[in-house]
């Protein structure tokens, strides 16, 4: 392979890591809003009594667990802790 592919190749895995990480961001905020516009229509007791919240942790822990697996440390801790502060 020449050195001209090899670097266009560790630019595309650049740019995978990117838009997995922005993938990430977009898919927990997604999350959040669609609660919060639940809570808005129907109150928030009716979310609290709802699995959704339990089932929404669930899936936002695997989409951090996706963005660790393929972006630097430094991107995914940020991720994570802006997460689970929603959690809380």
């Known amino acids: 392979m020449k050195d001209e592919q090899i670097e266009i190749l560790k630019e595309i895995k650049v740019i995978l890591k990117d838009l997995i990480y922005i993938n ?38 695997k989409i951090i667990e996706k963005v660790k697996k393929f972006t630097s440390s430094k991107d995914h801790q940020v991720l994570e802790k802006h997460v689970l502060k929603h959690l809380e």
Request: with cysteine; hydrophobic share 35%; charged share 25%.
């Open 24 to 61: 990430g961001i977009i898919a927990t905020e997604l999350v959040k809003i669609t609660e919060n516009t639940a809570a808005i229509r129907h109150g928030e007791e009716f979310l609290n009594s709802s699995p959704c919240i339990s089932e929404h942790e669930i899936l936002n822990k």
